[in-house]
C-alpha cells in the first residue's frame, strides 16, 4: 500500500488554516480522516487493502482494494456515527457540537453522485442491478451532471445567507478546474 500527499493538499489545507478564523479546519479535516479510516477498516477486514492512500486538495482518496457496498458506505456510516455521538446530543461544547455537523456535511458531501465519491460508486452499482448497462451509464452520467451543475448555485446561496464562508466558493472553483483539466 502506498502513500502519496500531493503539493495541492498542502497549498489547500494551508490556505483554509489560515483564513479559518474559529480554527474549525482541524475539526473538518479530522472528520474527512474518520471518514476514510472507515473505508479502510472494512477494506482490511474483507482482506482487500487498497493499492494507493493519497491526499490531494480536494480530499484523501483511496484507489485500489474493495469496492464492495459495505466498504463504500463505511465512510459514510462512520460519518453518522459520528454525528449521532456529536451532533445529536447539546454538548456545552462548541467545538464537540461543530465535529458532529462536520461529520454529517461530510457524510452528505460525499453521498453526492459526482466523479469518485461514495454516492456516485453507489449509484452506478444500483443502476447497473436495476437496468441494461448502456442505459445505467446514461443515467449516472445525467444524475453526475445535475448534481455538479447544483453545487455553484447551492455554494453561493450558502456563502450569502451566512451559512458558510468564502473558502466554500474557493472550494468549488478548485474542483470545477480540477475536473476540466482532467479531461483536456
Not at 490556505?15 to 474527512?32: A, K, P
Not at 445529536?88 to 469518485?116: D, V, Y
Not at 443502476?127 to 444524475?143: D, F, G, I, Y
Amino acid at each position: 500500500m502506498r502513500f502519496e500527499a500531493g503539493f495541492s493538499f498542502f497549498a489547500v489545507t494551508g490556505f483554509l488554516i489560515c483564513t479559518d478564523r474559529g480554527g474549525t479546519v482541524f475539526l473538518c479535516l479530522l472528520s474527512c480522516a474518520l471518514h476514510e479510516l472507515g473505508h479502510l477498516a472494512v477494506m482490511l477486514w474483507e482482506r482487500r487493502p487498497p493499492s494507493l492512500i493519497r491526499l490531494y486538495g480536494g480530499g484523501i482518496h483511496i484507489s485500489g482494494g474493495s469496492t464492495s457496498v459495505p466498504a463504500v458506505i463505511a465512510g459514510c456510516t462512520a460519518n453518522l456515527v459520528l454525528f449521532a455521538v456529536f451532533g445529536l446530543p447539546s454538548w456545552e461544547s462548541r467545538a464537540l457540537r461543530l465535529f458532529g455537523a462536520f461529520n454529517l456535511l461530510i457524510c452528505l458531501f460525499n453521498l453526492l453522485p459526482i466523479r469518485e465519491l461514495d454516492g456516485k460508486l453507489l449509484l452506478d452499482r444500483l443502476l447497473l442491478r436495476a437496468l441494461p448497462a448502456e442505459k445505467a451509464v446514461r443515467v449516472s452520467s445525467v444524475c453526475e451532471k445535475a448534481a455538479a451543475a447544483a453545487m455553484l448555485p447551492a455554494a453561493l446561496f450558502l456563502v450569502f445567507t451566512g451559512k458558510l464562508n468564502f473558502s466554500a466558493i474557493i472550494f468549488f472553483f478548485y474542483l470545477s478546474a480540477v475536473e476540466i483539466f482532467e479531461k483536456i
